[in-house]
């Protein structure tokens, strides 16, 4: 059975930082893209970011300027995929999700939420002002 597991959420002041952990099973981890989501309340899913298999190449969302303040990665002895996050806004709050899901479509849409059909179950990250 393919499993994510996030781990690492929490509460924390605006400017510090996080770090999230995507923890797998069930599947050849270096074969797949990771991405990691998020979801605010009320507002749609959106992608932050995503690491390829091979080469580690990444992507990141510009639009709200996660780059430069987040960083992801991944260990391939492990199979687990973090989320280095830093100077955290309270626009940062949501729950966030790991994915993961088919090599091409992935490859194609890597910030697409619909590219990803495995889903983690969640770890709520709250930014206090």
């Known amino acids: 059975e393919v499993q994510l597991v996030e781990s690492g959420g929490g509460l924390v002041q605006a400017g510090g930082s996080l770090r999230l952990s995507c923890s797998t099973s069930?599947?050849?981890?270096?074969?797949?893209?990771i991405g990691w989501f998020r979801q605010a309340p009320g507002k749609e899913r959106e992608g932050v970011s995503c690491?390829?298999?091979?080469?580690?190449?990444?992507?990141?969302l510009e639009s709200v300027n996660v780059k430069g303040r987040f960083t992801i990665s991944r260990d391939n002895i492990r199979n687990t995929v973090y989320l280095q996050m830093n100077s955290l806004r309270p626009e940062d709050t949501a729950v966030y999700y790991c994915?993961?899901?088919?090599?091409?479509?992935?490859?194609?849409?890597?910030?697409?939420?619909?590219?990803?059909?495995?889903w983690g179950q969640g770890a709520q990250v709250t930014v206090s002002s």
């Open positions: 994915a993961t899901g088919n090599k091409v479509v992935v490859t194609l849409y890597p910030l697409d939420p619909w590219s990803y059909d495995v």
């Open positions: 690491i390829s298999p091979s080469d580690g190449s990444v992507n990141y």
């Open positions: 069930g599947f050849t981890f270096d074969d797949y893209a």
